[in-house]
């Protein structure tokens, strides 16, 4: 989970705590735009696609889900 959200802070420099919400969009956090910054740092930093059918708001909502996300497709 610290790597993930090394990459995420990278990311998303404007957060500070990651670990706190557990619904980054409804909480304001994060919007649109930095999902997608999020998309492309995290596609680089594991060498992964992220498909289609994952890019959805439930999985970019919490550092938990993110994580899950990542470890499905990996």
């Known amino acids: 989970m610290d790597e993930l959200e090394n990459v ?13 919400s557990q ?9 649109s735009i930095d999902i997608i910054s999020m998309v492309s740092e995290i596609s680089d930093h594991y060498d992964i696609d992220i ?5 959805e708001a ?6 938990q889900s993110i994580y899950d996300m990542i470890q499905r497709i990996l």
């Open 8 to 20: 995420l802070r990278t990311a998303v420099p404007k957060v500070k705590d990651w670990r706190t």
């Open 23 to 31: 619904n980054y969009l409804e909480d304001g956090v994060i919007d």
């Open 51 to 55: 498909p289609s059918e994952e890019m």
């Open 58 to 63: 439930e999985n970019f909502c919490s550092l």
